[in-house]
């Protein structure tokens, strides 16, 4: 032992430890009083307030005017290097989102201008993401069915169906020369397919100013601890079944089947379009297959490199999605890769510019789409905090939460008007982003003027991309998220409970949808929080010999059971949820249920019976006592007397105790808030053991849990004085009550020879 600590104090009860300590008295004031100086708090008009709530809402004010020089270079490295990863991938989740990828482009920009402006964090990157837009897609696909055309011989099929003449538009319909109404299906086929993308692109932008009001909403309110309802193995188990619907939803590409795949929704969907792959898979398209597996590797392979030669590399990646777009951008123009033999599904047509900015016209869907935009605001909302806090925590500056949901509301919010789709925060982006050398949010800004001249100039030249590398680009990206599964064995060790909460929530999500699955992890999370509440850590507390330590007797050998004391530990705070457990827990803990003794007490009265002659009637003698310092062996230490209900006094005013002991101390270090459920359930167990002879005492309890209980009535049957400081504070008047019930029960009672050890902290005094 490296250390002795000796102590010397009086015991101190509630009552006397408040009379000898001055407590600092608060002005409280009234609730009309506190609404009053709230008010006028609030509208108050200075240039200094002013100043405040604007920097409040626009955080670039406060960060910008300090920027330092010496970060420029970091930064436009980041930017550079952010900015030529969102090409690609733009245009590869604007084709997961079930969208036209230059609405991805957008998805890229305009998001990425505002987050510039509204964050507060340095290094979160936001774009388009995997989850996200699959339930983009999602929606997209329960919205606007899909047209499949097809021809009976020269009959022009819609979905299996022929065309009704009579519901045609005039402008599509033209007569041969023997005057026959025909279709004009080459222009009718166009305008209906781009019908169809334009409808899709409104649902898209409808549900993204949804999600963004949501957001907006929760900000304003406040209400961003609605997200700790997503615990990390809920988020991470979601997050890692979601990937295997992004996945399985990108595999038809890969293979040249998109034309041949239903899209699916609720559960067993991934089955069914798994189902569809396999039973077309002598369909697929060998050009597309060639590319797909030429691509997949070469990602896999450099990323890998980019990973391992991270420090050779200087932090720069080598932009291998880029590098692939534009091969296969030159080989496809070049080969006619679209055209037969080959048949490659490519983007097409990529316009330039910006779109125009317009209330999206689908918001009457908003009642059907509710739920799914809630569960986009708040994975969007849980994702991004948790990369803004691991990288603030990490680099040592502070960020607003509240801030962080309000300027992804506006990036939703905003941008819904210009043709953009759902954005969150990306991993990998901005694992990149701050590995490459970003500082700051002008990183956004940076990043955004690569996409600008993209945007105006060079997105037609994108236009002959096989679908099958965006496919394959996604897929690639998703590693990250299959990577969790490395977690699971440490998690196992650390939580049983929260392990199974991520398997059953990343099964559920897989079988039954994102929607259904992410129910299930949530009320997965409800349900292990109560069995953790109703079930919490409850022990008996023996004493280290010779110190003021208390542990749990049966795992420490050196701690041991006071005679005639129980010392209830009980590791939670105490509500209407769990007052039921708490009871059950004490009652099993001490070995007897006062209510089952004062009952059989009540029957025996009635048939004029003995008390003392009840079993659990017990007397602590003086041989429990350990007499010198070398009997701290685990055998002297812990020895018991057996039951000897035939010494037991029934005396009126000596009643022996019917419990087995003489006082009941409680624990109650651990109870941070109590509630008057669990209040009054307290003082009818203490008034139930009370009746029985026992003394009950408090230890440790907080000011609020002892104003709660007061407030319920606890004065009128547990004086101040029971209420103690410590535990310790609290065993040492029980050691006393304990001493006077030997001596009146047995006059021939010494105190034991080393109770007057100045070393012994029990009967006499505290030292240490």
Same mark, same amino acid.
């Given at each position: 032992?490296?250390?002795?600590?000796?102590?010397?104090?009086?015991?101190?009860?509630?009552?006397?430890?408040?009379?000898?300590?001055?407590?600092?008295?608060?002005?409280?004031?009234?609730?009309?009083?506190?609404?009053?100086?709230?008010?006028?708090?609030?509208?108050?008009?200075?240039?200094?307030?002013?100043?405040?709530?604007?920097?409040?809402?626009?955080?670039?004010?406060?960060?910008? %005017?300090?920027?330092?020089?010496?970060?420029?270079?970091? !930064?436009?490295?980041?930017?550079?290097?952010?900015? #030529?990863?969102?090409?690609?991938?733009?245009?590869?989740?604007?084709?997961?989102a079930g969208v036209q990828p230059v609405f991805g482009l957008y998805s890229c920009f305009f998001p990425v201008l505002l987050w510039f402006v509204f964050s507060t964090s340095k290094h979160t990157s936001v774009g388009t993401m995997a989850v996200v837009c699959l339930m983009i897609q999602n929606l997209i696909d329960i919205h606007v069915p899909d047209i499949i055309p097809s021809?009976?011989?020269?009959?022009?099929?819609?979905?299996?169906?022929?065309?009704?003449?009579?519901?045609?538009?005039?402008?599509?319909?033209?007569?041969?020369?023997?005057?026959?109404?025909?279709?004009?299906?080459?222009?009718? &086929?166009?305008?209906?397919?781009?019908?169809?993308?334009?409808?899709?692109?409104?649902?898209?932008?409808?549900?993204?100013?949804?999600?963004?009001?949501?957001?907006?909403?929760?900000?304003?309110?406040?209400?961003?601890?609605?997200?700790?309802?997503?615990? !990390?193995?809920?988020?991470?188990?979601?997050?890692?079944?979601?990937?295997?619907?992004?996945?399985?939803?990108?595999?038809?590409?890969?293979?040249?089947?998109?034309?041949?795949?239903?899209? =699916?929704?609720?559960?067993?969907?991934?089955?069914?379009?798994?189902?569809?792959?396999?039973?077309?898979?002598?369909?697929?398209?060998?050009?597309?297959?060639?590319?797909?597996?030429?691509?997949?590797?070469?990602?896999?392979?450099? @990323?890998?490199?980019?990973?391992? =030669?991270?420090?050779? &590399?200087?932090?720069?990646?080598?932009?291998?999605?880029?590098?692939?777009?534009?091969?296969?951008?030159?080989?496809?123009?070049?080969?006619?890769? +679209?055209?037969?033999?080959?048949?490659?599904? /490519?983007?097409?047509?990529?316009?330039?510019?910006?779109? +125009?900015?317009?209330?999206?016209?689908?918001? +009457?869907?908003?009642?059907?789409?509710?739920?799914?935009?809630? /569960?986009?605001?708040?994975?969007?909302?849980?994702?991004?905090?948790?990369?803004?806090?691991?990288?603030?925590?990490?680099?040592?500056?502070?960020? +607003?939460?509240?801030?962080?949901?309000?300027?992804?509301?506006?990036?939703?919010?905003?941008?819904?008007?210009?043709?953009?789709?759902?954005?969150?925060?990306?991993?990998?982006?901005?694992?990149?982003?701050?590995?490459?050398?970003?500082?700051?949010q002008l990183v956004s800004i940076l990043s955004s003027i690569l996409m600008l001249i993209v945007l105006i100039w060079l997105a037609p030249l994108f236009e002959p991309v096989p679908k099958s590398l965006l496919a394959c680009i996604i897929i690639v990206a998703l590693k990250s998220l299959f990577k969790q599964f490395?977690?699971?064995?440490?998690?196992?060790?650390?939580?049983?409970?929260?392990?199974?909460?991520?398997?059953?929530?990343?099964?559920?999500?897989?079988?039954?949808?994102?929607?259904?699955?992410?129910?299930?992890? #949530?009320?997965?999370?409800?349900?292990?929080?109560?069995?953790?509440?109703?079930?919490?850590?409850?022990?008996?507390?023996?004493?280290?010999?010779?110190?003021?330590?208390?542990?749990?007797?049966?795992?420490?050998?050196?701690?041991?059971?006071?005679?005639?004391?129980?010392?209830?530990?009980?590791?939670?705070?105490?509500?209407?949820?769990?007052? !039921?457990?708490?009871?059950?827990?004490?009652?099993?803990?001490?070995?007897?249920?006062?209510?089952?003794?004062?009952?059989?007490?009540?029957?025996?009265?009635?048939?004029?019976?003995?008390?003392?002659?009840?079993?659990?009637?017990?007397?602590?003698?003086?041989?429990?006592?350990?007499?010198?310092?070398?009997?701290?062996?685990?055998?002297?230490?812990? @020895?018991?007397?057996?039951?000897? %209900?035939?010494?037991?006094?029934?005396?009126?005013?000596?009643?022996?105790?019917?419990?087995?002991?003489? #006082? &009941?101390?409680?624990?109650?270090?651990?109870?941070?808030?109590?509630?008057?459920?669990?209040?009054?359930?307290?003082?009818?167990?203490?008034?139930?053991?009370?009746?029985?002879?026992?003394?009950?005492?408090?230890?440790?309890?907080?000011?609020? #849990?002892?104003?709660?209980?007061?407030?319920?009535?606890?004065?009128?049957?547990?004086?101040?004085?029971?209420?103690?400081?410590?535990?310790?504070?609290?065993?040492?008047?029980?050691?006393?009550?304990?001493?006077?019930?030997?001596?009146?029960?047995?006059?021939?009672?010494?105190?034991? %020879?080393?109770?007057?050890?100045?070393?012994?902290?029990?009967?006499?005094?505290?030292?240490?």
């Open positions: 032992m490296d250390s002795t600590v000796l102590v010397s104090r009086p015991t101190y009860n509630d009552e006397n430890f408040h009379q000898t300590y001055d407590v600092n008295e608060k002005n409280r004031l009234g609730y009309r009083e506190q609404l009053q100086r709230f008010a006028r708090s609030q509208t108050q008009c200075s240039l200094h307030r002013f100043w405040k709530i604007l920097v409040s809402f626009f955080p670039v004010f406060l960060w910008l %005017p300090k920027y330092k020089k010496k970060y420029i270079v970091g !930064d436009l490295i980041a930017g550079w290097t952010v900015g #030529v990863i969102r090409i690609p991938q733009g245009m590869a989740y604007a084709l997961l021809y009976n011989g020269t009959q022009l099929l819609l979905n299996g169906k022929a065309v009704d003449l009579e519901k045609v538009d005039p402008q599509y319909i033209i007569t041969d020369s023997e005057n026959n109404r025909l279709l004009n299906d080459s222009s009718f &086929l166009d305008d209906k397919l781009s019908n169809l993308e334009a409808e899709k692109i409104q649902v898209a932008c409808s549900a993204t100013l949804l999600v963004g009001i949501i957001q907006l909403s929760m900000a304003l309110l406040r209400l961003g601890f609605l997200t700790t309802l997503l615990s !990390d193995p809920v988020i991470q188990g979601f997050t890692t079944g979601a990937a295997f619907h992004v996945m399985m939803s990108q595999v038809k590409y890969l293979f040249g089947l998109a034309k041949y795949v239903g899209k =699916y929704n609720g559960p067993f969907a991934l089955f069914k379009t798994l189902g569809d792959i396999l039973h077309h898979l002598p369909q697929s398209n060998i050009a597309d297959v060639i590319i797909s597996a030429i691509a997949l590797p070469t990602l896999l392979v450099v @990323k890998y490199l980019n990973e391992r =030669y991270k420090q050779k &590399l200087r932090n720069i990646p080598i932009p291998v999605e880029l590098i692939l777009v534009v091969l296969a951008t030159v080989i496809s123009y070049f080969g006619n890769l +679209d055209d037969p033999p080959y048949n490659v599904n /490519i983007v097409k047509t990529i316009p330039t510019g910006f779109p +125009d900015f317009s209330m999206p016209s689908r918001t +009457d869907l908003w009642s059907e789409m509710v739920t799914d935009c809630l /569960i986009m605001a708040f994975i969007s909302v849980a994702i991004s905090l948790s990369l803004t806090k691991i990288y603030s925590d990490k680099h040592g500056y502070d960020v +607003d939460a509240n801030q962080e949901i309000f300027a992804l509301g506006i990036c939703n919010t905003i941008p819904a008007f210009l043709s953009s789709f759902a954005v969150a925060a990306s991993l990998s982006r901005t694992a990149i982003q701050e590995s490459t050398g970003g500082k700051t490395e977690k699971l064995k440490e998690l196992f060790l650390v939580s049983k409970i929260d392990f199974t909460i991520w398997v059953v929530t990343c099964f559920s999500v897989v079988v039954l949808g994102v929607d259904l699955g992410l129910a299930v992890g #949530v009320a997965m999370a409800i349900a292990a929080l109560i069995y953790r509440i109703q079930h919490p850590k409850h022990v008996i507390l023996g004493r280290i010999m010779h110190t003021d330590l208390y542990a749990d007797h049966k795992k420490y050998k050196d701690a041991y059971e006071i005679p005639g004391v129980k010392i209830f530990h009980y590791a939670d705070s105490v509500s209407f949820t769990n007052k !039921d457990a708490f009871r059950n827990s004490l009652y099993k803990a001490v070995g007897s249920n006062p209510s089952t003794i004062l009952s059989k007490i009540e029957k025996r009265k009635k048939k004029g019976g003995n008390l003392a002659a009840d079993s659990e009637t017990r007397l602590i003698r003086m041989e429990e006592f350990p007499t010198s310092r070398t009997e701290t062996s685990d055998d002297k230490v812990r @020895k018991r007397s057996n039951l000897s %209900p035939e010494g037991a006094s029934t005396s009126n005013n000596n009643p022996a105790p019917l419990m087995g002991f003489h #006082v &009941l101390i409680f624990d109650a270090t651990m109870w941070s808030f109590i509630d008057s459920t669990a209040s009054r359930e307290i003082i009818q167990i203490i008034v139930k053991f009370q009746s029985l002879g026992v003394t009950v005492l408090i230890a440790g309890a907080s000011g609020n #849990v002892i104003n709660t209980l007061d407030g319920c009535g606890l004065t009128s049957h547990l004086s101040r004085d029971r209420v103690f400081v410590t535990v310790h504070d609290a065993v040492v008047h029980a050691e006393r009550i304990v001493q006077q019930q030997l001596r009146r029960n047995d006059e021939s009672f010494e105190e034991p %020879p080393f109770s007057s050890m100045p070393d012994y902290p029990g009967f006499d005094s505290l030292a240490l």
